[in-house]
């Protein structure tokens, strides 16, 4: 009896010891950052590059870019499939900074509008 008593006691002196004794916490904050931002979209379709993304949405994502960022906005247009077993692709690349988001938006707007215009030439 005398045995459980001395391992019980132990242990419980064991438990209260490993406790920590000094809680301190130190929190930190971060702001987050947005660089260079890269946004790349592959679509099958006109409706697809329609219904994939709108103005308003590539405006609000400028909008969370700081400074003087690099940008670079693709989209990658599937076509038909060739004799070969390979699919026909046309992609179009627009780049930038973030200290010209005017100028950005109009050559985005200018290479959906030319991803449309495939899509309607092959109908």
């Known amino acids: 009896m005398k045995t459980v008593f001395t391992i019980l006691g132990l242990l419980v002196a064991t438990v209260?010891?490993?406790q920590a004794q000094n809680l301190e916490a130190n929190v930190t904050t971060q702001d987050t950052k947005i660089i260079n931002l890269s946004v790349s979209v592959t679509v099958d379709s006109a409706e697809e590059v329609?219904?994939?993304f709108n103005m308003k949405d590539i405006k609000k994502i400028l909008n969370e870019v700081e400074g003087n960022e690099d940008?670079?906005?693709e989209i990658t247009c599937n076509g038909e499939e060739i004799?070969?077993?390979v699919t026909?692709?046309?992609s179009y690349r627009v780049t930038g900074n973030s200290s010209d988001t005017k100028g950005f938006i109009k050559s985005i707007k200018k290479i959906?509008?030319?991803a449309i215009?495939?899509?309607d030439n092959k109908k």
Request: aromatic fraction near 20%; charged fraction near 25%; charge should be positive.
């Open 88 to 90: 026909s692709k046309v």
């Open 83 to 85: 004799s070969n077993g």
């Open 50 to 52: 329609e219904s994939t």
């Open 16 to 18: 209260n010891f490993s």
């Open 117 to 119: 215009k495939y899509y």
């Open 71 to 73: 940008l670079s906005f």
């Open 112 to 114: 959906r509008k030319a």
